[in-house]
């Protein structure tokens, strides 16, 4: 009976070899795809909604597939272990995690020793030598950095004589750390965007200010607010989409005046010849609260694909829009999280409602994708729909 268990152990065992050495080419060729820039341009807001898209897999899940792979060259020696089967993902990951750019080159200085320890040793035991080494060799040279950018932060926003302003300062290694993955989240270039990394940026940052306004003391899991802001839309420029709009004092286009106006709180204002106000109605939402709940029931968040903003900070589009006669209902509203909803109305993307919460969505070369189905079976008909009292 021994000699019949070793063989069955050793036959799992190189079953696990091949697991292991077929995950580190999975992980491989994921990081490959994304270097060589496979998942630009097809309107996912990040690398890692690409590949959930592609696999069915979590975000976060993702994430770590892509954080491994950007580190296992960081780390040749354990990867050779890992190509060969011989150790485990996990074990892998407790290498990588010690990696950090304030010690590279100590980590590289004894990466081979790394490999011999999560070779020999058992796991727990592995990773408690990885932990203890990193203490030691980023107890001072980290924190006393750390602390010093801490200390010299800053930030200043300064009005320039070109009706602009300027944006200067300096953050620590975790600020940086935070504003960048926000950046890097807000900033992702859709399909035929023609701005600058720069002036993604600057648009990233403004989003990031949008949400802290509407979300500022707000109770978690209600309805985000947008910040008020006064434009001037003329009617004529909702229906035939020429002519000028304002936001405040500054002109804005009228695919942007439209966007903005796709789920917003509208005022009456009726002027004279002499433009004075003579009537200034009450605010009215163009999307009442109970329908909103009913699509973040529905919907659960942004209906991209790939894309995996919650509802809160989604707005409520309109596929066929109010101006041009669209219904406000279950049936032709889908939420979009900002980004997305701007590529849809100022990249030429395009949301067709294919009822009961359906939508097809057509890129600006054509390109087809039927929509996942919603969390929650909606009726056929909107006269069906039962919708919460405030």
């Known amino acids: 009976m021994a000699s019949i268990s070793g063989e069955r152990a050793d036959q799992l065992a190189e079953l696990t070899c091949d697991r292991r050495a077929a995950r580190y080419l999975e992980i491989t060729s994921w990081f490959a795809a994304v270097e060589a820039g496979d998942w630009m341009g097809k309107g996912y807001r990040s690398p890692s909604a690409w590949m959930a898209a592609a696999t069915g897999e979590p975000v976060g899940t993702c994430k770590r597939v892509l954080f491994l792979g950007e580190r296992l060259a960081k780390m040749p020696h354990v990867a050779d272990l890992f190509r060969l089967g011989l150790v485990s993902e996990a074990t892998v990951g407790a290498v990588a995690d010690v990696w950090h750019e304030s010690i590279a080159s100590a980590f590289e200085?004894?990466?081979?020793?790394?490999?011999?320890?999560?070779?020999?040793?058992?796991?727990?035991?592995?990773?408690?030598?990885?932990?203890?080494?990193?203490?030691t060799e980023r107890a001072n040279a980290v924190e006393e950095r750390e602390r010093d950018g801490f200390e010299l932060r800053r930030f200043s926003v300064t009005k320039t004589d070109r009706g602009m302003s300027q944006i200067t300062g300096a953050l620590d290694n975790e600020g940086t750390a935070v504003v960048r993955a926000a950046l890097s989240m807000l900033s992702v270039p859709a399909e035929g965007d023609t701005r600058t990394r720069g002036q993604r940026n600057a648009d990233a940052l403004v989003t990031m200010a949008r949400f802290t306004l509407s979300h500022f003391e707000q109770p978690v899991g209600t309805r985000k607010r947008p910040p008020k802001v006064d434009v001037t839309i003329p009617y004529e420029t909702l229906l035939t989409r020429n002519g000028i709009s304002l936001l405040d004092s500054h002109v804005i286009t009228p695919d942007a005046a439209r966007r903005l106006a796709c789920d917003a709180g509208v005022h009456r204002?009726?002027?004279?010849?002499?433009?004075?106000?003579?009537?200034?109605?009450?605010?009215?939402?163009?999307?009442?609260?109970?329908?909103?709940r009913l699509l973040v029931d529905r919907d659960g968040g942004c209906r991209f694909p790939g894309c995996e903003v919650p509802a809160e900070m989604c707005?409520?589009?309109?596929?066929?829009?109010?101006?041009?006669?669209?219904?406000?209902?279950?049936?032709?509203?889908?939420?979009?999280?900002w980004f997305h909803h701007h590529l849809v109305h100022e990249q030429h993307w395009r949301l067709e409602p294919l009822g009961a919460g359906h939508f097809l969505l057509r890129s600006p070369n054509g390109d087809l994708h039927e929509l996942s189905r919603p969390r929650l079976d909606i009726l056929t008909r909107p006269d069906q729909l039962t919708l919460a009292t405030p």
């Open 269 to 292: 204002m009726i002027t004279h010849a002499g433009s004075a106000v003579i009537d200034y109605g009450r605010q009215t939402r163009t999307v009442p609260d109970p329908l909103w």
């Open 109 to 135: 200085r004894d990466e081979l020793l790394f490999a011999d320890w999560v070779r020999r040793r058992p796991y727990r035991e592995a990773k408690t030598m990885l932990d203890a080494w990193a203490a």
């Open 315 to 337: 707005d409520a589009h309109h596929t066929v829009h109010w101006a041009d006669g669209g219904e406000t209902d279950a049936y032709t509203l889908a939420l979009l999280c």
